[in-house]
């Protein structure tokens, strides 16, 4: 059975089910589908063992660690909406020349870890052992392949956490560090150094389990040994302290290895002068394994008021993105993006918007980061190219000067 719909338009048979599957395949609307992260293929992959893929997204939806306003455990939520336009035919990235969802990589959105809210410490050891089980896997791309990264983290799977509170990224890097067997570099970005020691909270009234929090992880990250401090770096720091001096920000403890550089620097160094400040700290080295960390409130409440702590003062979005372009040559083995809340957020979801690109920015880098050849630099221009084009314009000048 056929039907007239139109002119111009195809008359297909009621049973061709190939007008559904091929629309389905080929293109789709943005505003359409299921809300997942870049409108990627949803699966439950901790309760399916056999999912396989080559960098995972995954939600952790927690937030009962907060010092301040709760509500980031919908941020998994929003920052997959949020991502609503970036969808696998329609994502090339200019500056990177690369689509990372066409690619060689299989990036899949694994949804949410089923964590408890009512109780931290059980909430911790669920995140870690989620983390460790889903970054244990092996990938989809093996070692010996021209494609994905080399060095320590070749054949390995990579996770990027939606959160949640900060305080995710301690489980976090403990399976990173169980995974790699070494200390993880930390690049951290951030308002607040989020290195407090517990006691910062309350000298008296204390238990194990509230040192677990969203301003006190790399503290206790630092004691077990997890972080390689001395390539660490924080980035767009501009917090209050306690007290009447600066002894919480000065005082040696475990985490004082860190590089701080201050949202202010951003004024004399510009966005690539923080570039080239995190890269000399960090290193290329591909046998040593970085972690990233974004807490979305690195960026100025102007732009992203949908966080828990805000503080004036911070990065624009476009500053910002345009340092995460300028860092892809870190050897990056996971990264966060946290502290997205978006009952705070404003009507046009500016912070969820922001996540979401900070995370189309971070699965780029990886992505080209195996690619198998030098896809150039800004723009898909090769390196060699914009050295020629800079040369003859030097030559030009130089031509015209003696004229």
């Not at 624009?316 to 809340?341: H, Q, W, Y």
Request: hydrophobic share 35%.
């Amino acid at each position: 059975m056929s039907m007239t719909i139109g002119p111009g338009i195809q008359d297909f048979p009621l049973s061709d089910y190939r007008k559904w599957r091929q629309f389905e395949r080929d293109f789709q609307w943005t505003f359409s589908g299921i809300a997942s992260f870049a409108h990627l293929k949803p699966v439950k992959c901790l309760i399916e063992p056999d999912e396989r893929y080559d960098i995972a997204v995954i939600g952790a939806p927690f937030d009962t660690a907060v010092s301040y306003r709760p509500g980031a455990r919908f941020g998994p939520r929003a920052i997959r909406a949020a991502s609503a336009r970036q969808m696998a035919g329609t994502a090339y990235n200019t500056r990177a020349g690369i689509n990372p969802y066409s690619s060689w990589a299989t990036v899949k959105d694994c949804g949410d870890i089923p964590i408890i809210p009512f109780d931290n410490g059980v909430a911790e050891r669920q995140m870690y052992e989620a983390f460790l089980e889903l970054g244990s896997r092996s990938p989809i791309t093996p070692a010996d392949s021209k494609y994905g990264t080399k060095g320590i983290s070749a054949g390995k799977a990579k996770l990027v956490t939606l959160g949640g509170d900060h305080s995710v990224a301690l489980p976090a890097l403990r399976a990173l560090y169980q995974i790699y067997q070494k200390p993880i570099t930390v690049l951290h970005f951030d308002a607040h150094l989020d290195t407090w020691n517990p006691v910062r909270y309350s000298a008296y009234w204390t238990s194990e389990q509230s040192a677990f929090n969203h301003g006190s992880f790399f503290h206790k990250a630092s004691r077990e040994g997890l972080i390689c401090n001395s390539t660490s770096a924080h980035a767009g720091l501009r917090t209050r302290l306690t007290g009447v001096t600066d002894s919480d920000y000065t005082n040696p403890g475990p985490e004082q290895g860190f590089m701080r550089i201050h949202a202010d620097d951003i004024d004399d160094l510009g966005p690539m002068g923080i570039v080239d400040k995190i890269i000399e700290r960090i290193g290329l080295d591909s046998e040593q394994p970085v972690y990233l960390s974004v807490d979305i409130d690195v960026l100025d409440p102007a732009t992203a008021p949908g966080t828990g702590t805000p503080e004036p003062g911070g990065w624009t979005t476009r500053e910002f993105i345009r340092i995460m372009r300028g860092i892809e040559k870190l050897n990056i083995v996971g990264a966060d993006i946290v502290e997205v809340s978006p009952s705070y957020d404003n009507k046009g979801e500016t912070t969820a918007l922001a996540a979401a690109q900070v995370a189309f920015e971070i699965i780029t880098s990886m992505v080209k980061a195996g690619a198998g050849e030098d896809l150039g630099g800004w723009y898909g221009r090769k390196e060699e190219k914009i050295d020629e084009s800079a040369k003859e314009g030097e030559a030009k000048k130089e031509g015209k000067d003696e004229l």
